[in-house]
Structures are given as structure tokens and as C-alpha cells.
Nanobody, 125 residues
Framework: QVQLFESGGGLVQAGGSLRLSCAAS????????TAWFRQAPGKEREFVAG????????YYADSVTGRFTISVESAENTMYLQMNSLKAADTGVYYC??????????????????WGQGTQVTVSS
């Protein structure tokens, strides 16, 4: 069973930065493709960034490209999301997720088998 635990959320002013962490069971990030999703109030959960289990390929939503960076520190069994130049539109609950199968639908939440509990990010304008 894969377990995922997010942390690092909080309240930040627009233009600021936050780094989210997703701690996981050993070998999760070498075994599964993983990603960050977010859900704003009243909206559907949306893809933010993903990374292949090999660590070599990363994907980003257009809305965060150039501002967010996804990375994995294998020795720590932790995935990170560095978020810079934050905007009010980035507000939401951020989730990390893992999936067994690779494929083109990395942006679809239905493709992921395991989820964390989420961490709240609030950006004040």
C-alpha cells in the first residue's frame, strides 16, 4: 500500500514562494509516476505537475510553467513542488498522487491510484 503525506502549505502573499513536500513509502518514486494536483473551492481537481518514475520527464500545466518546479529526492523518499511568483489563482488544496501505469493521460486524476490527504495553500492578493 502506498502512503503519501503532503506538508508545507500555508498563507503567502502574491508574488511569494512556498515549497510543498510529499513524503512517501520507500521506493514509491522509483516505482510509480507521481504528480501534484490542486483543487480550488467550487472547482474540479486539476493537474499541476507530474514526474515520471525515472525522474527524467516532467510535465507542467500551462498555468504554472515557468513558476513551479517538481522534483524528487530519492534518498529522502520525498517529492517537492517549489512554487514561485504565486498568484491568488494558485489558491487551493494541493494533493500528491501516484499511479502504477505510465501513459499519456498523466494530467487526468482518474489515472492515479493513490492520493495524499492534501495541504492548503492560500495566496492573498
Amino acid at each position: 500500500q502506498v502512503q503519501l503525506f503532503e506538508s508545507g502549505g500555508g498563507l503567502v502573499q502574491a508574488g511569494g514562494s512556498l515549497r510543498l513536500s510529499c513524503a512517501a513509502s520507500e521506493d514509491t518514486f522509483s516505482t510509480f509516476d507521481t504528480a501534484w494536483f490542486r483543487q480550488a473551492p467550487g472547482k474540479e481537481r486539476e493537474f499541476v505537475a507530474g514526474i515520471r518514475r525515472s525522474g527524467g520527464i516532467r510535465y507542467y500545466a500551462d498555468s504554472v510553467t515557468g513558476r513551479f518546479t517538481i522534483s524528487v529526492e530519492s534518498a529522502e523518499n520525498t517529492m517537492y513542488l517549489q512554487m514561485n511568483s504565486l498568484k491568488a489563482a494558485d489558491t487551493g488544496v494541493y494533493y500528491c498522487a501516484a499511479r502504477r501505469n505510465s501513459g499519456r493521460n498523466y494530467y487526468s486524476q482518474s489515472a492515479y491510484n493513490y492520493w495524499g490527504q492534501g495541504t492548503q495553500v492560500t495566496v492573498s492578493s
